[in-house]
Structures are given as C-alpha cells and as structure tokens.
C-alpha cells in the first residue's frame, strides 16, 4: 500500500470515531504544526489528531497501531525547546491541549487531579482561593501543559527550593503504546472513570499501593513510553512572603562565588538567577534599570516563606555579601512593585533580545556549580570564535546554563551551521567539566546523538531495553533521545 494510501485509509478508519473538525490534514495544518519553540528543528507530520478525551487518546493509539509504519507522538503547547512534539510523515500527532480539566481538588491533602493538557498557571489559578498552588514555574508557564512538564520534567526559576516537576507527580494515568489505559502511583482509577462517565468525582485519594510506582519513571521521558491523560499532582502553599535581592558585581566570577557561598552556607534561597554581561547590555539598553554600566553580572536571588524566617535569613545573606564581597551594587525589596521592577533585568531580557536580533536560539546546558566562572568564560571563546552574539541567563543554583544566541538568517545565511557547531562544543564542554547534557529542556532531537557523550554503550542499552519494556513496538515518539547518529557535527 502506497504511503498516501495508508494515510488516506487511517484518516476514514478516524473519522468513524471522531468528529471532522478533530482530524487536521491539510497543508496548512501540517505547516502549523512543524515545529516547536526551538525553530531550528522542522519536520512536517503526517496528520494531526485532537483528543477530547482519555477515550479518544487510547483509541486513536489502537488504530495507529493498525498500520505498521505509521508512529505517534503526544503534543502539549508546542512550547517544547527540544524538538520533542515534531514528527516526519510517518507520525501522527496527538493534541492533548483541548484535554485541560481540572477534575476535582482534595485541599485537606493538597492534591489535584486534572487532564494534561491543562495550562501550568491556569492549575494555579484555579486553586488559587485555597491558598495553594501548582509550584513548578517554567518561564513558559502561562502557555505550556501540564503534561508537557511531566514529559519534559520541567523546572523553573523557583525550583531550587520547591523542587521540579517530578516532585509533584503522584500519579498517572497513561494511554500505553498499544492503546491500553493503565494507571500508576497513587492516582484514583475510579475518580478517573467516574469522570470519563460525567459523574461526580467523589474521592481523589487511595492510600499509596504496593506496586512499583512507574509515574516517575515516565516523568522526563519525553513521551517515549506512552500518553499522560491525567495527573494527580501536589500543591504546595502560597509563600506568605517574599524578599527579592538584586546584586551586581564587576566580575561573572565573583557573581559565581556568592551563589557557591550562598549555597555551602546553607541558605534556601527559592530562586538564584545569574544574568551574564551580553544579556545585561541587551536589557540595560532597552530598559533604564538604575544597573552600574561596569556591571559585568547580576543575580538576583529571592526568599520566600513565612516573613520573620526571610527577614533573618535575609540579615544572615547580607552580612555574608558584606564580610566576603565587593558588589557594585546591593538592592532589596519586599514590595511586589518594587519586586517586579528589581526581576525585569531577567524577565525583560527576551524582550530586549529580539531588539538586536529577529531570532534567538535558547541552549540548555549543566555544569556542577563550582564550574560556573569557568564554563562562562569558555562558552564566551566559542561564541567569539564562531562569530555569535551571545546573552547568558543561568539558573544559577542548579547550575543551569542557559546561552542565547541571537541570530539573523536572511542577514547571515551561514549562522545556523555555526549556531550547530557552537552547541556541539559547548556540549562537549559541559561533560568536561563534570555536567550534563539537559538541565530542563530534555534531549529530543537536539542532543539525541549527544548522548554518548555521557552514556555508555550498556547505558544506552538498558535505557532502550526499559523502554522497549513499555512500547515493544517503538511507535510513541521514535526519534527522540536515543541516537540516530546523523548529526554531522559528533
Ligand atoms: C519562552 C520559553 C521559556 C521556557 N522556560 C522553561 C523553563 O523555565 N523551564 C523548563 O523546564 N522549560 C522551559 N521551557 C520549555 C517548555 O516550555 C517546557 O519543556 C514545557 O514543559 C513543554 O510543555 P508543552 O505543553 O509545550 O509540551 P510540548 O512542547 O507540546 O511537548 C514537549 C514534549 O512532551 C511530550 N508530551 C507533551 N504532552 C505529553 C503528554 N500528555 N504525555 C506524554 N508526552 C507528552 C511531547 O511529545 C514532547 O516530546 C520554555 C519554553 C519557552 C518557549
């Protein structure tokens, strides 16, 4: 059978248990759906599928699995900085976006269940009058899903004290590579059902099984092991209070040395953002911030909890700055205005980016703390030596780097190989220096053939053993973390 025949055939085995307007296959469509945030990774699926129901996704997988070519991948909001939720001809994609209910909340035992393709901040939103919220906060949050921060394991500016996303997963529910619904961790199957079934979910909570608990498992694994419909996550309370400090130093190394200092002390800061010299000159030029022009490196580093806890924790923090470092500049401020004002140096840096250039390739990489100063000032050579205009970002405490680099094609048609070959150093950089490949934005197709920079060849194996364990098969997400060996920069 021809491929389009295949197609064409799928699309009327479709429409017998889906509406029209849920099975998306022109160009157009195709088109729409051809990338993710990251841009330089474009493939074209074969057709896009909408889910409305855990029903639909299991479904949709049992008839996919009818045709042997053909694969499937889940898809969120496409906010994805990986090359994740892209496909080739062959795939089909499955929408969970419209799938974005809250089903029911347990406030006695902090607990949510909701359908995945539910908005990160809409959770928060929602539960807000409870005085709790949904912790994780990728800088995404207001766009991207629940279940793409499952599958990505994503993290966020205040991650370093409330933990990432697989630290708030209880339990799943999950549309298995054949089609089969199963259940995992401490989710309530019939809270599930009775759902499904418009009834009233009564109780959310079961007493945790004594089963292997597989949903942190599937958290981080890019959807290669099946479909998330449903989550049972944790809400942790709204901080009473906040302090935010604001730091400037004349050097990135002895930026670096607060947050070592900071961290060896043993202060919980909630957040502990590092902004380097090329975002600092982005942003200062685009907005007028009261930051010395010798600056060389920003952090911002925040508190939060109950207020007379900050305030020493606070005094203890400035009295470290005050004894061992020589800022620039120091301001802090509980005021959330004020707040605001003292974080645009970070939060407006995307703003400020796309002043000086039409596109930015945002990078994901690890090193261990201690080699911050170091790594920065390598990363730095790269870009001069590929000819990159480059602004860092760092999730500092983690030490999670984020280098930007901000390019223009039609100006320069040749930066993107040399964006590809800078990464690939930077890469092998990261390793060197006791790092790892992915910080928060998974491997996808970006850094599939990295992976032996890091792993073995048993490790791949089992890696690939395990999975095979969920999809036999290999038709959810194939071509996503594990090596294809195509990248011509390795
Ligand atoms: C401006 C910007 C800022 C960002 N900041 C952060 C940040 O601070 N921290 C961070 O961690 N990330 C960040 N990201 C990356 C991205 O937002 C996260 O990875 C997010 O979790 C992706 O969610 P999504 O719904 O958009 O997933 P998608 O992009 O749609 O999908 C991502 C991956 O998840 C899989 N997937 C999606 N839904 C499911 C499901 N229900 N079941 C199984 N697999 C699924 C897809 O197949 C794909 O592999 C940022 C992105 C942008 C554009």
Not at 102 to 118: P, Q, V, Y
Not at 298 to 313: A, C, Q, S, T
Not at 438 to 451: L, N
Not at 457 to 466: I, Q
Request: proline letters at 4%.
């Amino acid at each position: 059978m021809s491929h389009k025949q295949t197609i064409s055939n799928l699309i009327s085995d479709l429409s017998k248990i889906l509406s029209a307007d849920q099975i998306l296959d022109s160009d157009t469509d195709r088109y729409l759906y051809d990338t993710d945030a990251t841009s330089l990774f474009k493939q074209k699926a074969a057709l896009i599928v909408i889910a409305n129901s855990t029903e639909d996704v299991s479904r949709i997988v049992k008839l996919i699995n009818n045709y042997p070519k053909l694969n499937f991948l889940a898809r969120g909001a496409g906010t994805g900085l990986s090359g994740g939720a892209i496909g080739d001809e062959n795939t089909v994609i499955i929408s969970t976006a419209g799938m974005n209910k809250l089903i029911a909340s347990d406030f006695d035992n902090r607990m949510a269940l909701i359908e995945t393709g539910l908005v990160n901040s809409a959770l928060s939103e929602l539960v807000k009058s409870s005085g709790l919220h949904f912790s994780p906060d990728p800088s995404s949050q207001d766009s991207c899903t629940i279940g793409g921060n499952i599958a990505e394991n994503a993290g966020g500016i205040h991650c370093y004290k409330h933990g990432v996303s697989s630290d708030q997963i209880l339990g799943l529910e999950l549309v298995m590579p054949d089609g089969e619904i199963v259940y995992f961790g401490e989710i309530n199957e019939q809270a599930c059902k009775a759902f499904d079934l418009n009834q009233k979910a009564e109780k959310i909570y079961q007493a945790r099984r004594s089963q292997i608990d597989f949903s942190r498992l599937f958290t981080g694994s890019e959807g290669t092991l099946g479909i998330a419909t449903k989550a049972l996550v944790q809400l942790q309370k709204i901080p009473e209070s906040f302090l935010t400090m604001q730091i400037a130093f004349g050097s990135a190394i002895e930026a670096a040395q607060l947050v070592s200092a900071v961290i060896r002390e043993g202060f919980k800061p909630t957040a502990l953002e590092m902004i380097d010299e090329g975002a600092l000159e982005a942003v200062c030029k685009s907005f007028d911030l009261g930051i010395p022009t010798e600056s060389k490196a920003v952090l911002l580093l925040e508190l939060d909890g109950d207020n007379d806890e900050i305030l020493l924790e606070a005094k203890a923090i400035r009295e470290l700055i005050e004894r061992e470092f020589k800022p620039l500049l120091f301001k802090e401020s509980q005021d959330p205005e004020e707040r605001k004002f003292l974080w645009k140096v970070r939060k407006g840096t995307v703003a400020a980016f796309g002043k000086i250039a039409p596109y930015w390739y945002l990078y994901d990489a690890v090193v261990p703390r201690s080699k911050i100063p170091e790594a920065t000032e390598r990363i730095e050579e790269i870009a001069a030596k590929y000819d990159l205009k480059l602004a860092s970002v760092l999730h500092a405490a983690d030490g999670n780097l984020h280098p930007n680099f901000l390019y223009d094609p039609d100006k320069d048609p040749e930066v993107i190989d040399r964006i590809h070959k800078a990464s690939h150093e930077i890469m092998k950089l990261c390793i060197e220096l006791g790092g790892v490949l992915s910080g928060e934005h998974g491997i996808g197709v970006e850094k599939r053939d990295y992976m032996p920079f890091l792993f073995s060849d048993e490790d791949m194996e089992t890696m690939l053993k395990l999975r095979k364990v969920f999809d036999p098969k290999m038709i959810s997400n194939p071509g996503k973390i594990f090596p294809v060996r195509i990248c011509k920069y390795c």
